[in-house]
């Protein structure tokens, strides 16, 4: 796969050279390249941003910059031999970015990132690229950060850890919590390793018995308790075949019943305030 990175601040993106992402650079199945927007500026002061029309607060980032940036990028990739680019770009304005949607974009061979800063990219940067290729817009969250650089990381490191050799085992990413496919999205449940007792706290019993049946059902009535606790929504929004007998067991234990129809909801009196 081929990442390509427009930003003001290429500093940002230095922890691309470490962790998983570093590895799958250094093994040739994640191709970085990093490009600092200031240098398609044709002024002395390398000016990125302009007074928005309207007015209002704030800056907006100028179309000729990331025009004639993208049109670089772009053109240097198909010399190179890649192809179907996608333009990925973070704004909280975008929508949410899930685990479907890292795997849908680890498919794809190229992904091209403009992480804004300011008030954002003018709009008729986006609307230009659309009539060349898939723009897809992303939000990683419900809050506003200075600049998409951290998005930028937070993608990227969800997208490498899915390509083919980029984990030591090729399974690891197929129970993660919101792997798509999964019968009903749960958060994981908690781990442990050695020791098996530090300052007093053992590890439950369950995990050395060595019966996998009651190691599974222990770690699915966890991941169902987590779950409740921290995403009620998740479970909320499940079809009633995503739980077995005992997990409908454990629900009603953490203080969920049935509809009619098959999904859960949490009793009026198990609710937090």
């Known amino acids: 796969m081929r990442l390509d990175v427009v930003t003001i601040f290429p500093e940002y993106l230095a922890p691309l050279d470490v962790s998983l992402v570093g590895k799958a650079r250094t093994a040739g ?12 500026t044709y002024d002395r ?42 333009l990925v770009v973070p ?18 061979p190229w992904l091209v990132f403009t992480p804004a800063r300011y008030e954002g990219i003018d709009r008729r940067v986006t609307e230009e690229y659309a009539t060349r290729m898939r723009v897809v ?55 442990y390793t050695k020791p098996p007792e530090w300052r007093g706290r053992s590890i439950p019993d369950v ?23 921290h995403r009620p929504d998740l479970i909320e929004r499940c079809e009633a075949s995503a739980f077995d007998k005992k997990d409908r067991e454990m629900l009603s234990i953490l203080g969920w019943s049935p509809e009619p129809g098959g999904r859960f909801w949490r009793r009026p009196e198990t609710v937090e305030e």
């Open 29 to 40: 199945r994640l191709d970085v390249r990093v490009h600092d927007l200031r240098s398609w």
């Open 91 to 108: 704004t909280p304005s975008g929508r949410p970015f899930t685990q479907e949607l890292a795997v849908e974009l680890s498919e794809r």
């Open 137 to 191: 817009e992303v939000s990683i969250g419900d809050y506003v950060l200075a600049g998409g650089e951290a998005a930028v990381l937070v993608i990227t490191e969800a997208v490498a850890r899915l390509l083919p050799g980029v984990l030591g085992n090729a399974a690891s990413h197929q129970d993660d919590s919101f792997a798509p496919g999964a019968m009903a999205n749960l958060l994981e449940g908690p781990v």
């Open 207 to 229: 995990l050395l018995s060595g019966h996998h049946g009651r190691i599974a059902r222990w770690r699915r009535d966890e991941a169902l308790r987590r779950t409740a606790a």
């Open 45 to 86: 002061h390398n000016t990125v941003d302009d007074t928005p029309y309207g007015g209002g607060p704030g800056m907006v980032m100028k179309t000729e910059p990331w025009g004639d940036a993208l049109d670089q990028v772009l053109a240097d990739g198909y010399e190179a031999g890649a192809h179907s680019p996608v």
